[in-house]
């Protein structure tokens, strides 16, 4: 395998200019990588994405964490109240039709503390996003409390985020990337933002594959269509910016199964900017989640891992636990009896549209809320434990993010 000389690697590094995103003690390592680095909104950063991972799995620590390293570090926006007792307390036991407004205002609430408590984590060093899933009932809410916050970048997935521009239009220093599958999609999104005098600052292109959580597919069946492969998105994404006479100007940004320094090199090899790390950054000790949630990540293996239809009505793939088991046992006969509900079960319209809730046949029956919440606390009886496909860079043990930055800035031994 040839690699370029560190003298080369300084070299070319120099020409970017590096700003304070990147701190010191990753400077040296990034120059030696042989890595390009990211640029994004104005900043030089490591070429590394930490995914966005609800329930509360990816707040604050996590994000915080991994931007003070001179990376993106992501927080999922999606019901951060349980990160916070007092706002917990404040919404346990409510009912009926004004407690909707009571757990969405703890939930922004709650947002505005995590944004607050990352930047002074992160002190100023690489960027700091939120992502928020286009399938929530409080989208609009999230993306903007996101903004008004200061966050640097608006990350959005589980749909096609349209109005993402409108809705940012008072903000236009923030970064707004859409998660994408496929070069249709990229086209789509590109095209309607460009009449919003607007284009995204980057692209997630995520690989229903092997991606974990909510996969950007019709159905279970399509999550492995040669469309989504990377040698294929990749290209295709990259022809039609250059079409639109956008090359250059929208870094690509690979996710979903990508664990090493060679994955980053391979996809900086098919034009691709960035990789974003999902599963790999949740079992890291700042992962907000309880310590026995990533310890079933870490242990698990693609075997143990199974494909569903989520509630939210998209493909998921997720960790094979008891609750799951018995979930699809029993998937048959919900189906058969699946009926519309007047209000959630918990009083918190969570998604716009919920199969449970609004009795969508092939949709999941079960409440995403509940589950997540669960596996947050390390349940193993009662949690859905989303994970993507491959081999973490530690096999089952538990590093910091800092050992997982310099792991994947490093190159393997020959």
Same mark, same amino acid.
């Given at each position: 395998?040839?690699?370029?000389?560190?003298?080369?690697?300084?070299?070319?590094?120099?020409?970017?200019?590096?700003?304070?995103?990147?701190?010191?003690?990753?400077?040296?390592?990034?120059?030696?990588?042989?890595?390009?680095?990211?640029?994004?909104?104005?900043?030089?950063?490591?070429?590394?994405?930490?995914?966005?991972?609800?329930?509360?799995?990816?707040?604050?620590?996590?994000?915080?964490?991994?931007?003070?390293?001179?990376?993106?570090?992501?927080?999922?926006?999606?019901?951060?109240?349980?990160?916070?007792?007092?706002?917990?307390?404040?919404?346990?036991?409510?009912?009926?039709?004004?407690?909707?407004?009571?757990?969405?205002?703890?939930?922004?609430?709650?947002?505005?503390?995590? !944004?607050?408590?990352?930047?002074?984590?992160? $002190? /100023?060093?690489? @960027?700091? *996003?939120?992502? &928020?899933?286009?399938?929530?009932? %409080?989208?609009?809410?999230?993306?903007?409390?996101?903004?008004?916050?200061?966050?640097?970048?608006?990350?959005?997935?589980?749909?096609?985020?349209?109005?993402?521009?409108?809705?940012?239009?008072?903000?236009?220093?923030?970064?707004?990337?859409?998660?994408?599958?496929?070069?249709?999609?990229?086209?789509?999104?590109?095209?309607?933002?460009?009449?919003?005098?607007?284009?995204?600052?980057? !692209?997630?292109?995520?690989?229903?594959?092997? $991606? /974990?959580?909510? @996969?950007? *597919?019709?159905? &279970?069946?399509?999550?492995?269509? %040669?469309?989504?492969?990377?040698?294929?998105?990749?290209?295709?994404?990259?022809?039609?910016?250059?079409?639109?006479?956008?090359?250059?100007?929208?870094?690509?940004?690979?996710?979903?199964?990508?664990?090493?320094?060679?994955?980053?090199?391979?996809?900086?090899?098919?034009?691709?900017?960035?990789?974003?790390?999902?599963?790999?950054?949740?079992?890291?000790?700042?992962?907000?989640?309880?310590?026995?949630?990533?310890?079933?990540?870490?242990?698990?293996?693609?075997?143990?891992?199974?494909?569903?239809?989520?509630?939210?009505?998209?493909?998921?793939?997720?960790?094979?636990?008891?609750?799951?088991?018995?979930?699809?046992?029993?998937?048959?006969?919900?189906?058969?009896?699946?009926?519309?509900?007047?209000?959630?079960?918990?009083?918190?319209?969570?998604?716009?549209?919920?199969?449970?809730?609004?009795?969508?046949?092939?949709?999941?029956?079960?409440?995403?809320?509940?589950?997540?919440?669960?596996?947050?606390?390390?349940?193993?009886?009662?949690?859905?434990?989303?994970?993507?496909?491959?081999?973490?860079?530690?096999?089952?043990?538990?590093?910091?993010?800092?050992?997982?930055?310099?792991?994947?800035?490093?190159?393997?031994?020959?």
């Amino acid at each position: 395998m040839v690699r370029e000389s560190p003298v080369r690697s300084v070299m070319m590094l120099a020409q970017f200019a590096l700003p304070d995103a990147v701190p010191e003690l990753f400077s040296a390592p990034l120059a030696r990588s042989g890595l390009k680095p990211l640029v994004l909104a104005g900043k030089t950063l490591l070429p590394i994405v930490q995914g966005g991972m609800g329930v509360g799995v990816s707040a604050h620590r996590l994000a915080g964490s991994v931007a003070a390293c001179g990376a993106v570090g992501t927080i999922s926006s999606v019901d951060l109240r349980r990160c916070h007792p007092d706002l917990m307390d404040r919404t346990r036991g409510l009912h009926g039709d004004a407690a909707k407004a009571v757990i969405d205002a703890a939930n922004l609430e709650a947002l505005q503390r995590e !944004i607050s408590a990352a930047k002074r984590i992160s $002190a /100023g060093c690489g @960027l700091l *996003a939120v992502n &928020v899933m286009r399938a929530v009932s %409080s989208y609009a809410e999230h993306v903007r409390t996101a903004l008004e916050s200061g966050i640097d970048a608006v990350v959005v997935g589980a749909g096609l985020p349209l109005d993402l521009p409108d809705l940012a239009r008072e903000h236009p220093k923030a970064a707004l990337i859409p998660i994408l599958s496929d070069a249709r999609g990229v086209q789509l999104v590109v095209r309607k933002w460009e009449r919003k005098q607007r284009v995204p600052d980057a !692209i997630v292109l995520e690989n229903p594959g092997w $991606a /974990g959580g909510h @996969l950007g *597919a019709a159905k &279970v069946a399509d999550t492995g269509d %040669s469309r989504f492969d990377f040698e294929r998105v990749i290209p295709e994404t990259l022809a039609y910016l250059r079409s639109a006479g956008l090359e250059g100007q929208v870094p690509v940004i690979a996710a979903g199964g990508l664990r090493t320094h060679d994955d980053i090199r391979r996809m900086q090899s098919l034009g691709a900017a960035a990789v974003q790390f999902g599963t790999a950054f949740a079992v890291t000790e700042e992962c907000d989640a309880a310590e026995a949630f990533k310890h079933v990540l870490a242990d698990a293996s693609d075997d143990d891992l199974v494909e569903f239809t989520s509630v939210a009505g998209l493909p998921a793939r997720a960790v094979r636990t008891p609750w799951i088991q018995k979930y699809l046992a029993v998937l048959d006969k919900t189906q058969a009896s699946a009926h519309a509900k007047k209000r959630c079960a918990k009083s918190f319209d969570c998604l716009a549209q919920c199969g449970l809730r609004d009795g969508l046949v092939g949709w999941g029956q079960f409440c995403i809320d509940h589950q997540l919440a669960a596996a947050l606390r390390g349940d193993l009886k009662s949690g859905l434990f989303f994970r993507g496909r491959g081999a973490l860079p530690f096999g089952n043990q538990i590093r910091s993010v800092r050992a997982l930055i310099e792991f994947l800035l490093t190159p393997a031994l020959a």
